[in-house]
DNA sequence: GTGAAAGCGCTAACAG
DNA sequence: CTGTTAGCGCTTTCAC
């Protein structure tokens, strides 16, 4: 590997003359430019960032911590942090948390060290006592951690209360909630919706626990059909339990949408694969990914000086299953 | 941000001490021990992790060059692979490629710079003499790259006669394969096994294009299916495709697995969530990642001298679509 | 316009 | 056992 030592000498002029035309700025002469330019190229330099980081205190990196990449949300939203960020420069660190506490602290710890130049975090676990001696710049992504951590956000609840209004327009009388974990932010949000909008309709809540994970939601959308036949509208809190759903209901001979209609949030695309296709609340995934990486951007640029949380609107998408 | 300077100067000491108390190496007094470290708890300190790279000329990170998180084969392996390297103490810098060349070329210089300590590669497109200069380990995962580059696979070939073989035990007559995209290492191999055991079975053979992608699959499904009504049995290139298809079958009213079978190959979680579940050739994704990721921390610790081929070989498993 | 030199924070000889 | 010092490769004053 060869050092801006090497070019130097090729080129004759000094390591400051090379750092120069490395970086573009400062007066230097057309023709020690194209000699130093050059030897570069002879050399096949390439300036070592590690030794950059370490004068300039910033590593060109950010780190992403999520939950789970296995979970089929986070894909997209990944791609769409690090398709922004290489764009802009800037390499990501990925890292799963499981939301582990233990975790994701020791996670930040490392970056620190590491000196990323700043952070988006998934997590519902973390809070802002343990971010709030932070000196990089940080956003919560997806969920919105307090009101003194930026964040990019989806509005569940208003979600949520659009997709049962959608079962009860299409004239579902027994409407039940398949909720995600408790203590999860847009779980809790979720129900939040379906049980305001149920109530300011008048209407019995029916609430069966679950995960956000398709086993469980098939086995408790299995006990929600045998316990209660009459249900004949499912709000899955996300498109996974959805989907679990359907393929309890499918096996237990009932038709969708006829007999009973279901409804998820999220919009992955799992949804648009099963039969029959799921009707969503689809979230912008792309664009959440894409906003809080300019979002964080700016702060480690200094060009956003107030803190700002954006939220979007989920889309409301009709398709078979309702 | 402390740094070893201020901790040596509150506990009364040099730089060096400190250093040794540090990484744990020669000789340190009890006593000053103690007091090291009760600085260093004082100050919160954390060594910089940039400066230590710049010395010892290794970052403690790997790359990883995948073509698509979004596809869903490697969500598992990118898990496997960052699981693997957090509990060795590797941080992974993770890229999406889409399998353009230039692309993965400008990523490994950045890599290169940055003092990564290998990386693991997942691509077709990338060959041995753009390999061949780089100083740092190198792994290839899922493909082989060539003879020179240690890689960490499974047996296509062998996978695809397997799930041809099983077709025609269950009585299938007519046997098509929905290909993967040309040029693509995994795809090439997989109709090359069905060609082989097609042949040395003296069946007739029918290919049809795809790209391991949903959509174009269904509509050569439908294209397959009207074109060639006998067709019963069909070998899909991966799962994403044979999803597809049965998509398209389901929607032309023929029975799965009555009327027509069909097989996918990878065992993406995917199969198990639409009807019929899918029967598929599982491919060990969370092992690939695990062996490639130690296979490259032998390398990286100098433990592994020659150059290793793994070859996994592909699970047959049996779903309600055979 | 260009070069010398200090220093980013750490590690590893080398002395003592 | 402990301290001094010379770098790792780069950027940036500050002179000239």
Known sequence: MATI??????????????????N???????????????????LNYKPNAVARSLYKKTSKSIGLIIPDITNPFFPQLVRAVEETMYEAGYTVLLFNSDEVLKREQHIIDLMVTKYVDGIIIVSNTIKYEHLKDLSIPIV????????????????????????????????????????????????????????????????????????????????????LLTENREIDGIFAGNDVMAVGAIKAITKLGIHIPDQLKIIGFDGIELGTVITPELSTLKQPIVQLGKKSSELLLNYINGNEKVLRHYVYQAELIERDST
Chains 1, 2 share one sequence.
């Open 140 to 223: 919560a992504l997806d969920r919105v951690i307090s009101q003194e951590i930026p964040s990019v956000s989806v509005d569940n609840y208003e979600g949520a209360r659009k997709a049962v209004r959608l079962l009860i327009g299409k004239g579902c009388k027994k409407i039940a909630h398949l909720r995600g974990p408790k203590n999860v932010f847009t779980a809790e949000e979720r129900l939040r919706g379906y049980m305001d909008e149920m109530n300011s309709q008048g209407m019995e809540t029916f609430v069966y626990a679950g995960n956000y994970e398709l086993n469980t939601s098939m086995v408790e959308t299995m006990k």
């Open 5 to 22: 030592r090497d070019v130097a000498k090729l080129a004759g002029v000094s390591v400051a003359t090379v750092s120069r035309v490395l």
């Open 24 to 42: 573009n700025q400062g007066y230097v002469h057309e023709d020690t430019r194209k000699k130093v330019e050059q030897a570069i190229r002879q």
